[in-house]
């Protein structure tokens, strides 16, 4: 049985202890299944976010750096071990603060979270330089060190997964963090800070500070003794931690949006191809950077193709995100839902088919319908625009070219997806289509040890894998005169 009960007043984490924002002020978060508040949280300011960073480059100074490498490793197993220990505990105040499905967060969420600690863990005391030859009088090599104090600054659609993708492989490389959560998803970082706490990492190392973007998010991408920022979130707010990443030159990466294709070819295995396009849209409710929201199907099957999308649409079970059998949650918030109805509407007006969904889901909570565009063409906003909810845009092709055509006709190049049973054609995709990763006949895997990430509006530099380790890290070269 899930413990239900709601939760007081949460502090903000710094140095190792839970404290009250300097302000004095805490905000609401909200169930989103049932708009009921879940618990009051402290509010981060410019004061509280200088005290987060002071606390982080102290430990980054101190403790944490003169650990040995294999001790921040088992830390990190620690950590697993103890998400493993409290997992129903994540798994219900994730759902409730995001609206999410249990089963996928079961399913999904919480094992990445577990295998990202492992693999970053196994990964810490492994990062090595290189003797580079040089010259004959000369020992030449390069060492790798951390970069400093990161911040890291997370969206709302995976707020467990994403925070640990930038975690883990920070503290491994022996940087310190300072997390700042969306403020519509607080809880389950503040409950990740308090297992590091308990895991035995030294105070300061893993801060937490909710607060709304433009207040604690700004004042830490403005901080001149933060070195880095890793963030996750849409391309607006890119641009500004941009900005504000200007004044001490501290290093950036960027996850953006996407409004990723998923190429149906009349060759392909349509039972395969429409199963997964259906969940390549509606899963997490569509709020997934790399969701497939340009479903691109051959003129010769768009009407088959769409008949079937329809009837997997209309087969989702969508309630309340923790019962087991449901498959798909509400959208995050109010916000989000209205943006999501009024791209709806935009989309009737721009004449797309609206051939399933198109409304609100009952009237409690921000439920809206799956809902299915046909016969949309390249150039209207719902095929542009980033939706962030579950709404796709169907929209049917000539032939190869004109697939590749559309299919990178956006601002965006984060994720695609190609269905075909020629393998050739499979490979000229690939190389064709401008993504960060492009998957062929599956759609949406992703995995800790590929590199994640796009270019243009879906932001640069990768997350995962070895291209992690380069971003928390810098290359030192070291010249030592060996002449007699
Ligand atoms: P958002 O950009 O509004 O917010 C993201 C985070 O930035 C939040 O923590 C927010 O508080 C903070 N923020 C807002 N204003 C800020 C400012 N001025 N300075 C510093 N921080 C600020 O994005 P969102 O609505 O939470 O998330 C949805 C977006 O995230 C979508 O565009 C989606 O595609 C993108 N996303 C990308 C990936 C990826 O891996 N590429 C993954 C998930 C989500």
């Known amino acids: 049985m899930l413990a239900r009960a709601p939760l007081n007043t949460e502090k903000l984490l710094i140095g190792g202890r839970r404290v009250a924002a300097s302000s004095g002020r805490n905000f609401e978060t909200l169930n989103p299944a049932t708009g009921n508040v879940i618990a009051r949280v402290d509010e981060a300011d410019a004061n509280d976010i200088h005290h987060a960073v002071c606390s982080a480059r102290a430990a980054f100074e101190g403790a944490w750096s003169h650990m040995k490498a294999s001790e921040r490793g088992g830390l990190l197993l620690k950590l697993a071990d103890l998400i493993r220990r409290d997992q129903d505990r994540l798994i219900e105040f994730e759902s409730l603060d995001s609206g999410k499905p249990v089963s996928a967060i079961r399913r999904q969420d919480l094992p990445a979270v577990i295998d990202t600690l492992i693999y970053y863990a196994g990964m810490a005391d492994k990062i090595n330089g290189q003797v580079i030859p040089t010259r004959d009088d000369a020992l030449t090599y390069t060492m790798r060190e951390p970069v400093g104090v990161v911040g890291a600054i997370v969206p709302w659609n995976f707020p467990l997964m994403i925070g640990m993708w930038k975690i883990a492989p920070a503290l491994a490389c022996g940087c310190t963090v300072v997390l700042k959560p969306a403020e519509v998803t607080p809880l389950t970082a503040l409950m990740i800070g308090d297992l590091a706490v308990e895991a035995g990492f030294p105070p300061g190392v893993l801060n937490v500070v909710p607060g709304f973007g433009n207040v604690a998010g700004q004042a830490l991408v403005d901080h001149p003794d933060v070195d880095k920022v890793t963030f996750t979130g849409s391309p607006v707010i890119g641009r500004r931690i941009l900005q504000g990443a200007a004044g001490n030159l501290k290093r950036v990466t960027l996850e953006l949006g996407g409004k990723s294709a998923n190429i149906i070819f009349p060759d392909a295995d349509l039972d395969a191809a429409v199963k997964a396009a259906s969940s390549g849209i509606f899963f997490n409710t569509g709020q997934v950077c790399s969701a497939g929201s340009r479903i691109l199907v051959h003129e010769s099957i768009h009407e088959e193709v769409v008949e079937r999308l329809v009837i997997r649409a209309k087969s989702i079970c969508i309630g309340d995100p923790l019962e087991a059998s449901t498959a798909m949650g509400p959208l995050v918030s109010e916000v989000q839902m209205n943006r999501v109805l009024d791209y709806i509407k935009i989309g009737c007006a721009e004449g ?33 625009e980033e939706i962030f909810g579950p709404v796709a845009a169907v929209i049917p092709f000539r032939d190869e070219d004109d697939a590749v055509r559309i299919a990178n006709g956006t601002v965006y190049s984060l994720a695609a997806g190609v269905w075909t049973g020629d393998i050739g054609r499979a490979h000229r995709l690939t190389r064709s289509l401008k993504a960060g990763t492009v998957w062929v006949n599956t759609y949406g895997a992703t995995d800790i040890r590929l590199p994640w990430g796009g270019s243009r509006d879906s932001g640069f530099g990768r997350e995962h894998g070895d291209a992690a380790i380069e971003n928390f890290t810098e290359p030192k070269a070291v010249w030592v005169n060996t002449a007699a």
Do not use: N
């Not at 009237?363 to 809902?371: A, H, L, N, Q, S």
């Open 352 to 384: 797309a088919f609206l051939v399933t969904g198109g409304a609100r889901h009952g009237d409690t909570g921000y439920f809206v319908e799956p809902t299915i565009f046909a016969g949309v063409e390249d150039e209207m906003r719902i095929s542009q």
